[in-house]
């Protein structure tokens, strides 16, 4: 009688924790370390004008591609590509604020194919197109 009670907790367990989708059960890896976190953001800002696959990334903290990109997705709620993105971003908002350099040579300072991509991928980051931005930023210096 009391292995079946068991048996039956168990079973109800797994039900509801698969039924409500608990994060925790759901979770295999831990989170990347802090450290690690650090040593690529290094990496990404020494390399930001290149060309950076989620290989190169996770050689960049000694992991393997699937790992790496698991932890780092626990730690910061980003895929890596949309923080390498996000990281481009940035970049290009400092060179803006910093320089008049065109629009297009900014893009490919920081690692983008074309404008029309850098302009998408700005304004879902920015909220605002970067010539927008641009003149924003330049009116209120």
């Known amino acids: 009688m009391f292995i079946e009670a068991e048996y039956a907790w168990g079973v109800t367990q797994t039900t509801v924790t698969h039924t409500l989708g608990d994060g925790q059960a759901q979770r295999r890896c831990g989170a990347l370390p802090k450290w690690r976190i650090r040593r690529l953001e ?3 800002a020494a390399n930001i004008d290149k060309r950076i696959s989620l290989a190169d990334m996770a050689a960049a903290v000694d992991l393997s591609r699937m790992h790496f990109a698991a932890q780092f997705r626990v ?7 949309e923080f390498l993105l996000f990281k481009r971003v940035e970049r290009a908002k400092a060179m803006m604020k ?44």
């Not at 920081?110 to 879902?124: E, I, L, M, Y």
């Open 42 to 44: 290094e990496f990404l």
């Open 75 to 81: 730690a910061t709620g980003f895929r890596p590509r």
């Open 98 to 141: 910093a320089s008049r350099t065109p629009i297009v040579e900014v893009a490919f300072a920081v690692g983008f194919n074309s404008q029309a991509h850098f302009s998408t991928v700005f304004k879902r980051f920015a909220g605002t197109s970067p010539a927008r931005w641009k003149q924003e930023c330049q009116y209120l210096t």
